[in-house]
C-alpha cells in the first residue's frame, strides 16, 4: 500500500474572519432596526434585543481571534501530523478535514498535548491551492492518508526541506 508522500503546508491567519464578523454584525443591527421600526416594539423588548445582538457580536470577534490559526506550517512525515510556528518549535496535531472544495480544503487541528486535558479547542484553517500550487497534490493526499504506525516518536520526525 502507498501512502502520501512528506509534504509541508503553509498555514496563515484568515484575513477576511473580522470583516466576516462585521458584515454579518452590520447585517444584523440592520435588521433589528426595522424590525423595530416595523413592529412598533419599545422599551424592555427592544432593549434585550439589541443587548442580544451586542452580546453575540462581541462574542463572535473575540471567538475568531481564538479559533483562527497562527501562521505556521502543518507537516505529513508518513506517520502523522505535526505543527510548525514561527519560532520553529514543532507539535504532534490531529488533523481532521471538515470540507474539500478542491482548491481549498477547511481542516481542523488539534495539538496533541491537548488530548489529555480537553481545554484547548481545535484550531481551524483554510488551506488553498494558491498558497504553494506544486505542493497542493501532496497536502490532499496527505489529508485523506492514514499514518504509517512505524513507530516513530515525534522527535524522529524528518521534514522534508522546502525548496
Not at 496563515?12 to 452590520?26: N, S, Y
Not at 426595522?34 to 434585550?48: H, I, K, N, R
Not at 474539500?100 to 479547542?121: I, K, Q
Request: hydrophobic fraction near 45%.
Amino acid at each position: 500500500m502507498h501512502n502520501a508522500p512528506p509534504v509541508i503546508y503553509p498555514v496563515g491567519r484568515f484575513v477576511w474572519g473580522v470583516p466576516c464578523i462585521g458584515a454579518l454584525a452590520l447585517t444584523g443591527a440592520v435588521g433589528l432596526l426595522c424590525w423595530q421600526a416595523a413592529s412598533g416594539a419599545e422599551g424592555l423588548t427592544v432593549w434585550g434585543a439589541w443587548a442580544l445582538w451586542a452580546l453575540s457580536s462581541t462574542l463572535a470577534v473575540s471567538l475568531e481571534a481564538r479559533e483562527s490559526s497562527a501562521q505556521g506550517h502543518l507537516g505529513w512525515c508518513g506517520d502523522g501530523w505535526s505543527w510548525r510556528d514561527a519560532h520553529m518549535q514543532e507539535r504532534v496535531v490531529r488533523l481532521s478535514l471538515l470540507l474539500d472544495g478542491g482548491r481549498y480544503m477547511w481542516v481542523s487541528y488539534r495539538m496533541a498535548d491537548a488530548f489529555e486535558t480537553h481545554n484547548t479547542w481545535p484550531r481551524i484553517a483554510i488551506v488553498r491551492q494558491t498558497d504553494m500550487p506544486l505542493a497542493w497534490h501532496g497536502f490532499r493526499c496527505a489529508v485523506y492518508s492514514r499514518p504509517l504506525g512505524n513507530g516513530m516518536t515525534s522527535d524522529q520526525t524528518q521534514w522534508p526541506m522546502i525548496i
